[in-house]
């Protein structure tokens, strides 16, 4: 018996994080040159959870403003999936 012959899916079911990686980048590829401001965070936030409702999406992420400190680079929107599921 291995290690993880025992182990059950998190959520009851597979989750193939590049296929969903392929759904989030598609989503995302619709608002690219975008000002990063709170409205563009809705809107993604909105579809992403629309694909969850859909089933497209099982994997938990979160949608989250990247701000450079030194202001040398522009705010940017990133969506990151939790990969220990």
């Not at 409205?39 to 990247?66: C, D, S």
């Amino acid at each position: 018996m291995s290690l993880h012959e025992d182990e059950h899916p998190f959520y009851g079911y597979d989750i193939i994080r590049k296929q969903e990686q392929e759904i989030v980048d598609g989503i995302l590829a619709k608002y690219k040159g975008r000002k990063a401001d709170d409205t563009l965070h809705k809107e993604i936030w909105n579809e992403l959870q629309q694909a969850k409702y859909q089933g497209l999406l099982k994997m938990p992420f979160k949608v989250v403003f990247r701000r450079d400190e030194s202001n040398l680079f522009p705010t940017y929107i990133e969506v990151i999936l939790d990969t220990k599921v």
